[in-house]
């Protein structure tokens, strides 16, 4: 015989069940990445930043200058040593750039230090791509130049990576003392 849980075959097809509506009241049809009218009305972008075993999802949209981080502010950052690196992107660029626009950013991975890093990029690599997309290709170029100009590492990931230990030493390059007498 068949499995308990499965419908006999004689019995009609499944069918989802009705959502109810209210009455005199038309039901909404739900916004899906598939429907271009729905997702027009949102001017944003979606960027990633590494560092090491971090990484850091920025999502950048059309707002009021917000940046937060984990959604927390990014001026309650720890470590307060590291907060100005996150605050880079801001400062050489000024807050003029950031006004019209804003970043929410998931981090996840590595360790304090590597998550500020991916921060940073993931800051400076959204709004150069919010430019590009929604803005223009000119000030797109200029917000490039003066990342880069500065420091490469806000635009472009560090490929470098924890070389793996080998047998023979305690660790990937040192080998274990050895004695002659």
């Not at 271009?36 to 920025?58: L, W």
């Not at 950013?105 to 230090?113: L, W």
């Amino acid at each position: 015989g068949s499995p308990t849980w499965l419908p006999s075959s004689s019995s009609a097809p499944l069918r989802r069940p009705a959502i109810s509506v209210p009455p005199g009241e038309a039901p909404r049809a739900r916004a899906t990445s598939r429907d271009p009218e729905a997702m027009s009305a949102i001017q944003s972008v979606q960027v990633f930043g590494r560092k090491k075993a971090a990484t850091a999802v920025a999502y950048c949209k059309q707002g009021r200058g917000l940046i937060k981080v984990n959604g927390c502010p990014i001026e309650l950052l720890e470590p307060e040593i590291l907060r100005l690196k996150t605050f880079e992107p801001v400062l050489l660029l000024g807050q003029a750039k950031f006004a019209n626009v804003d970043i929410r950013i998931r981090v996840k991975g590595g360790g304090f230090t590597a998550q500020i890093y991916a921060v940073r990029q993931a800051i400076a690599k959204s709004l150069v791509a919010y430019y590009q997309k929604y803005v223009d290709e000119a000030s797109k170029t200029e917000i490039r130049d003066i990342l880069m100009q500065y420091d490469r590492t806000l635009l472009v990931a560090d490929a470098r990576r924890c070389e793996s230990k080998k047998f023979g030493g305690p660790s990937a390059r040192a080998r274990y003392q050895k004695s002659y007498r």
